[in-house]
């Protein structure tokens, strides 16, 4: 069986730098409504597919749109997302869950910072290949599907991007 890689690891991959390009002109409030919502629609059906008695990353999603709303402040909300982290840590025997774990608590991070966003990307779009099509397929396969998700990120993406946002979020990368 090939290794299991807990993230997609490319970053100049065009199907990564797309995103990243839109991503960095849009304000943190459009990021933050982008990752919670595709990680709400695509990423925490995972989760509950093998832990369906667990709702820490769903409070975490929750806990995000709290704080967007401004019922919670950032540091009760930051608890609940580490919860979510936690969970990513304690289901490491299952891929699948453990991806779309870590991508819903780095989407829901992104209320503390805006970079945090590109989890959805890293961890989300290979938690949905792996579900769509195995963790013992080839890496070539995974990334390829990836991919295809990472078409489908971006355009949720810029179905809600602000044309000529006037406050982007500074994204600072560090690669």
Known sequence: MPKV???????NAPYIQSIVKVM?????????????DYAEEYLLPLWQKYYPLDPRPQNSLKAARNW?????????AKKIILECHAAARESESNTVA????????????????AKHA?????????AIAYDKIG??????ELEKCAAKECELMLQALQLIAVKN????????WNC
Request: charged share 20%.
């Open 68 to 76: 967007m709303t401004g019922k919670c402040k950032l540091p009760e």
């Open 118 to 126: 590109i989890g959805l990307v890293l961890y989300g779009a290979l």
């Open 24 to 36: 960095e002109t849009q304000s943190k409030k459009t990021l933050i409504q982008w990752v919670v």
């Open 5 to 11: 890689r807990k993230m997609l690891n490319d970053w």
């Open 98 to 113: 453990q991806t779309s774990a870590r991508a819903i608590g780095q989407s829901a991070s992104t209320i503390h910072s």
């Open 165 to 172: 946002e006037p406050n982007p979020a500074k994204l600072d």
């Open 135 to 140: 963790i013992a397929a080839s890496w070539e």
